[in-house]
């Protein structure tokens, strides 16, 4: 079973790449970006599209970072909590072996 989700995972890789691939081949006409205030070299469509695409990942990235940091610190506390239970637990069960004569 594991062969088999190692070898679609390849074949994902792969067909991902190839498209790649074809997007960048099918996009070569150069293109000048005009910012609104600063307008940058031409280069090619699919350069300026992955630059995009990247900026994009990264910007989403850091502002997933606060909500990721909450939930971490509320799984941090929920695990403290959780065995600060166990412990207790334990006592009690140990507490009532004790009483029973």
């Not at 910012?35 to 630059?51: G, N, T």
């Not at 959780?82 to 004790?98: G, W």
Request: charge should be positive; include cysteine; proline fraction near 3%.
């Amino acid at each position: 079973m594991r062969w088999l989700k190692g070898l679609l995972l390849a074949i994902i890789l792969l067909v991902v790449l190839l498209l790649g691939i074809l997007f960048a081949v099918n996009n070569q006409q150069a293109v000048p970006l005009n910012l609104i205030w600063v307008e940058l070299p031409a280069a090619s469509l699919s350069l300026w599209l992955l630059v995009a695409l990247a900026c994009g990942v990264i910007l989403g990235m850091l502002a997933m970072t606060g909500v990721y940091l909450r939930l971490r610190t509320l799984l941090t506390r929920a695990q403290r909590h959780n065995q600060q239970q166990r412990k207790e637990l334990d006592r009690l069960r140990i507490q009532e072996f004790k009483e029973i004569p």
